[in-house]
């Protein structure tokens, strides 16, 4: 493809090329799946930290931070704002950048807010991608910040080797709310604006709170900054330069090993090969398959056929659900369709877990059309987890 030359220079670091990139992976387009595929073969690399915290908390006045704590140690630094509502450019860094004067022209930096698509799942779906982006084009951190309500905490432990969680002082009782959401996730929990009154407060609720739970094996740091005096600032840079943990979201969410067990999965089942299935991402709970919709897909009346709708989810969920290693099996799975898909279209299927137990588990499909981001189905499946190995059981194939 002669368009597609910028994903050679995007991974050698050029940043025009970057920003080509992450506009082809947000809108979903034909060249996404070129950039996702170059990408996947170089990851591991980058320390990523991912930044969360209540609305207006501090989080990008700590990141700013964070960047030129970071540039100061000679680190490389990309930054991911998973945030419509306050992008990064009219928001802290842009007066930061300012107030640094060069940092702008700063190759060693590079910032990019991410909007939001609206739905479910896409928005993380494009955020991981150009997590990984970011690690193959070779910075050596890569922050993304994400308001901390609803899904996007959760999400972003998938994607983080280190997790800071921002909990600035007078939050009143939404400290518990907030805790109560990430205390499982948080690496750090950074007491923000610390020269603010309540900050003391907070930093002790923080504390008596984690007390509670001795039982985690290693439980957050607390660590308390502000941003006009500096405080605390170079302290937690170097914390967080100190942790060995580049690269680990690869080891601990199993995603290079994933994505080869999952195509090797497909490039053994026979009805993926007739259907023309391929894989986009894999790790460990979610799989993202795409097919182009051909003649031999469309129905009598001229459209895709909705049996290959549901073989397409269901062959997302069925390597979701298995990705953990253990055989699964679907119990229970229906699709509602919405919108019908022409000959010539690229369909993306992107299967997440909703939850999972020893016995039960339970995932969604979305399935969208790659031109335009429509939605056009969405599956809900029910699967039961024995207790075998999946290798078992492809082993006992015909
Ligand atoms: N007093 C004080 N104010 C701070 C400090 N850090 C940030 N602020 C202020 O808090 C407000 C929000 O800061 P941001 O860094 O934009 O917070 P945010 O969490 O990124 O906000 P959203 O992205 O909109 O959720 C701004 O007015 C900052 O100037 C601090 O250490 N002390
Ligand atoms: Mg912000």
């Given amino acids: 493809m002669a368009n597609s030359a910028f994903i050679q220079t995007a991974l050698a670091g050029d940043r025009r090329s970057i920003g080509q990139a992450i506009s082809a992976l947000e809108n979903g387009s034909e060249a996404a799946y070129a950039v996702r595929k170059a990408v996947a073969a170089r990851q591991g690399r980058a320390h990523v930290i991912g930044v969360t915290g209540p609305p207006g908390g501090g989080k990008s006045t700590l990141v700013s931070a964070l960047i030129r704590g970071l540039r100061e140690r000679g680190r490389t630094v990309a930054v991911a704002a998973v945030d419509p509502s306050s992008p990064f450019t009219g928001g802290a860094v842009l007066g930061d950048r300012i107030r640094m004067g060069d940092r702008q022209s700063d190759a060693g930096v590079f910032i990019r807010s991410l909007a939001s698509r609206g739905h479910l799942g896409g928005l993380a779906v494009a955020a991981g991608d150009v997590i990984d982006l970011f690690d ?59 020269d603010l009154p309540d900050a003391r407060k907070t930093e002790s609720d923080l504390l ?71 894989l986009v991402a894999a790790s460990v709970g979610s799989t993202t398959l795409r097919m182009k919709v051909e003649r031999k897909h469309i129905n009598f009346n001229g459209k895709c056929h909705g049996g290959a709708l549901f073989a397409l989810g269901d062959m997302a969920l069925g390597l979701a659900c298995n990705s953990h290693g253990r055989l699964a099996t679907l119990v229970d799975g229906q699709m509602s369709i919405s919108t019908a898909v022409d000959e010539g279209d690229w369909l993306i299927a992107h299967a997440s877990e909703v939850s999972r137990s020893r016995k039960i588990g339970s995932y969604q499909v979305h399935v969208t059309r790659a031109k335009d981001n429509a939605h056009i189905a969405l599956m809900h499946g029910t699967v039961y987890v024995l207790d075998r190995p999946v290798a078992a059981a492809c082993g006992d194939g015909p």
């Avoid at 709310?177 to 610390?194: P, Q, R, S, W, Y």
């Avoid at 439980?219 to 308390?224: G, Y």
Wanted: hydrophobic residues 45%.
């Fill in 136 to 194: 193959a084009a070779g910075f050596d951190v890569v922050i993304v910040e994400t308001v901390g309500a609803g899904q996007s905490e959760v999400e972003i432990t998938r994607y983080a080797d280190t997790r800071v969680v921002v909990c600035p002082p007078g939050l009143g009782d939404d400290v518990q709310a907030i805790k109560a959401g990430v205390l499982e996730i948080a690496d750090v929990f950074v007491v923000t604006k610390a």
């Fill in 208 to 278: 008596a709170m984690l007390a509670l739970r001795r039982d985690q094996a290693s439980p957050p740091a607390v660590r308390k900054v502000s941003a006009p005096s500096g405080d605390g600032i170079e302290a937690l840079v170097e914390w967080l330069d100190g942790r060995t943990q580049r690269g680990l979201r690869h080891e601990a969410g199993g995603v290079k090993k994933a994505y080869s067990q999952t195509s090797d999965w497909i490039a053994a089942d026979n009805l993926a090969q007739l259907m023309g299935i391929e």
